[in-house]
């Protein structure tokens, strides 16, 4: 791949005359605190800048979001609908474009943008189905009464959304909370504000969504607790580690707000005494090292039967040596760069750490530039960091077991329970798998797997039971309200005695 095949001779959607330097903030309007560069992850290089919201932005957006809740909320779920199916047409439309600021933002590759490009459509579309679903349910209709239930929005919703998948996870969260009648406020991290935000605002902007229904402040700290704490947001909706979440939770629990986490993974892939070894090794890598690692799904801890320990460490090297890392926007490569220095040093430190307490490095161990090699550990000690948390680099951390128990009781005693792998005959292997605490749980498969039609989130330090996707995607963003009318009123008699 090249740079010429990789980047659009003419960006329409993207036109950065339209964005540049701006917020989408009641349309396209400079924010309060000037500029900030957006950068190519790979080499540092500058390709563009956008405006940096602040915590009166917020306050400026929020004010504007919650009037404009009002009346699209009054809108017909047949016109909401048809605005998310417009904007997943114009995601393709458009995906070569879009695509090339995934890639340079976000260091991916161009499979794993397109497929992020795919993977949005398809929340568009869940959304546009959501917008459509009944929300009215008759409880009685006699001649004394009509009693009814219905789902109504919650009015304003924030979106704190993160930077691996920075246009799916933003779009999976603002699509149903808008379907669904509310006014959405999007702060996407500022690592990928330009596919995490700008994307999203053009495209319902060319959609026709209304003004004021939708705001996009990439911002700091600040512009977060901001949003976390404004009394005009009903609900934030959070995706990132687990000791923001809590702080997040803390902040909007002063004010009873609803609060959806989906946060960080010890993800334990299993592989039992009974496993297909080739698969099993091959379904690892891909949860260990697609997209540098940066996943909160990927698989954090290799739990492996002692027999089968040292051929799927050995066979996890072969693969993982295999692997071409380098710049995703100039060549063709499996893996791209690490997101920032600041988290390339989190990975070395953690995977250096693990060989001095006496882990076996097997494979990789290495960086160049932010390029990190895709990364075996044997042998982990349980007391290490690589271990204990969470990494989010390309590292294979394997320990092995004897018996299931034991690996049961490793899966469970991470702390959290996000999702869970497990390879080994089918029954046996579910039955193991049914006593991992986790939110998710895939038999013979990839801990990387989603569905829009299935209730994704996790328990623990790995969210607060909260899910998105299928029926939860109404269920997060509205909520009941009961309604009667008394056709023939009487008994409002208060007793004399």
Known sequence: ????????????????????????????????????????????????????????????????????????????????AAIMRRAGQLLLQHQEE????????????????????????????HAADVAELPCLKLLKDDSDMLSTIERIPLGVVGVISPFNFPLALAVRVVAPALASGNAVILKPSLNTAVSGGVVIARVFEEAGLPVGVLHVLPGEVAAGEALVDNANVSMIAFTGSTAAGRQIASVAGRSLKRVQLELGGKNAFLVLSDADLEQAALAGAFSSFFHQGQLCITAGIHLVHESLLNEYSARMAELARAVKVGNPYLEQVGLGPIISDKQL??????????????????????????????????????????????????????????????????????????????????????????????????????????????????????????????????????TWRWMTETRKPSGFEIPST
């Not at 933002?105 to 929340?123: C, D, F, N, P, W």
């Open 1 to 80: 791949m090249t740079s010429s095949s990789t980047v659009p001779t003419v960006q329409h959607l993207m036109d950065q005359s339209i964005w540049q330097g701006r917020l989408f903030l009641n349309g396209w309007n400079p924010g309060e605190i000037g500029v900030y560069n957006v950068t190519d992850k790979a080499t540092d290089e500058v390709i563009a800048n956008i405006a940096q919201a602040s915590s009166g932005d917020v306050s400026i957006a929020s004010k504007s979001a919650s009037a404009a809740a009002k009346f699209w909320a009054q809108s017909s779920s047949k016109h909401r």
């Open 98 to 125: 879009i695509a090339y600021w995934i890639i340079r933002e976000s260091g991916s590759t161009k499979l794993k943008a397109i497929g992020e490009i795919h993977t949005s459509k398809e929340y568009l579309d």
């Open 345 to 478: 040093n989190h990975v070395d430190s953690i995977v250096q750490e693990a060989i001095q307490s006496g882990a076996e490095l097997v494979e990789g161990g290495s960086f160049h530039n932010r390029y990190y090699r895709p990364t075996v550990l044997k042998n982990v000690p349980k007391s290490s960091r690589a271990f204990r948390e969470e990494i989010f680099g390309p590292v294979a951390a394997i320990v092995g077991f004897k018996e299931d128990r034991d690996a049961i009781q490793l899966a469970n005693n991470t702390g959290y329970g996000l999702v869970a792998a497990v390879f080994g005959e089918a029954q046996h292997a579910a039955e193991v798998g049914k006593q991992i605490e986790a939110g998710m749980l895939h038999i013979n498969g990839s801990t990387l797997m989603s569905d829009v039609n299935a209730p994704f989130g996790g328990t623990k330090a790995s969210g607060n039971f909260t899910r998105i996707g299928g029926s939860a995607s109404v269920e997060e963003f509205t």
